[in-house]
Nanobody, 118 residues
């Protein structure tokens, strides 16, 4: 059974940084794309970033390019999301995902709250 467990959310001031981590277990992820989605209050879930687990190819939403960096660690079976220059508009619940394509994940974590104050 696939499990994705996020950590690292919290409260930060605008312009600050946070790093999210996701521990993945339950299967081999070598053929998967791992990623992050987010959902702000009153809005639909949206794609944030993704990375192919084997080759490390990355994908980013335009709204986070240049500010967020996704990474993966094969040995620890984790993925990370380094978030810099945070803006209040980044406030959301962030979900770790896994699937066969970046935009249509089949597995979701429980989510971690990120709040950016102005």
């Amino acid at each position: 059974q696939v499990q994705l467990v996020e950590s690292g959310g919290g409260l930060v001031q605008a312009g600050g940084s946070l790093r999210l981590s996701c521990a993945a277990s339950g299967r081999t992820f070598s053929n998967y794309v791992m990623g992050w989605f987010r959902q702000a209050p009153g809005k639909e879930r949206e794609f944030v970033a993704a990375i192919t687990y084997s080759r490390g190819r990355t994908y980013y939403a335009d709204s986070v390019k240049g500010r967020f960096t996704i990474s993966r660690d094969h040995f620890k079976n984790t993925i990370g999301l380094q978030m810099n220059s945070l803006e209040p508009e980044d406030t959301a619940v962030y979900y770790c995902t896994a699937g066969v394509s970046p935009m249509t994940p089949g597995y979701w974590g429980q989510g971690t709250q990120v709040t950016v104050s102005s």
